[in-house]
């Protein structure tokens, strides 16, 4: 099976490829990533259907595989809260989660034999309460570079965070429901 992750996301692709041994792992061009929708899901879900709109439908593939994952904000449910700019940022998103909980919602759009469909979960994460010399620490390792909520749960944040709710797969990028409608898919095609 040809299957296109239209990502760039190392954490995808390392989600995908024990199920999928024939894995692209290509971003998409410029997709515009605004929303006009009033809530976090309606946001998440709206740009990764413009991620599918911007895929060139190419016969190339088997599966396509698109997706976004966002934070809702602690304080604010209509806010999300993306992927810091800078370290400045990074710090200061990571201060803002310290010691709570919040809601990680990813969508998911698969593309197979040339019809979408498309997955969006949550899940609950809740910080330990972090001490300077540790938000230093995720800070200038860089763990937080390309991830929503500038943290990434499946490396040195994972010492300091866990799951409270939902699916470990939700977190780290890829919509629960579709991971296992993935799975599926490649026990099929096997």
């Not at 604010?76 to 992927?83: C, E, N, P, V, Y």
């Not at 803002?96 to 809601?103: A, I, Q, Y």
Request: net charge negative; with cysteine; aromatic share 6%.
């Amino acid at each position: 099976m040809r299957v296109w992750l239209a990502s760039a996301s190392k954490r995808r692709k390392e989600m995908l490829l024990p199920l999928f041994h024939n894995l692209l792992c290509q971003a998409l061009e410029l997709v515009d990533e605004s929303s006009s929708a009033d809530t976090v899901p309606g946001q998440i879900l709206e740009i990764c259907q413009k991620k599918a709109a911007a895929v060139n439908n190419s016969q190339d593939f088997d599966l396509i595989i698109v997706s976004d994952t966002m934070l809702q904000d602690p304080d604010f449910d209509d806010l999300a809260m993306g992927k810091a700019n800078d370290a400045i940022q990074a710090a200061a998103m990571l201060h803002r989660l310290s010691g709570r909980r919040h809601r990680v919602w990813s969508a998911t759009g698969i593309c197979h034999h040339g019809k979408w469909e498309f997955h969006l979960n949550q899940a609950i994460v809740e910080f330990e309460n972090l001490a300077d010399e540790v938000l230093v620490e995720l800070v200038l390792n860089e763990s937080w570079v390309g991830k929503a909520g500038s943290y990434d749960f499946a490396g040195d944040m994972g010492k300091f965070a866990k799951l409270v709710e939902g699916d470990e797969a939700t977190v780290l990028g890829i919509a629960g429901d579709a991971m296992e409608r993935l799975v599926e898919l490649s026990d099929y095609e096997t």
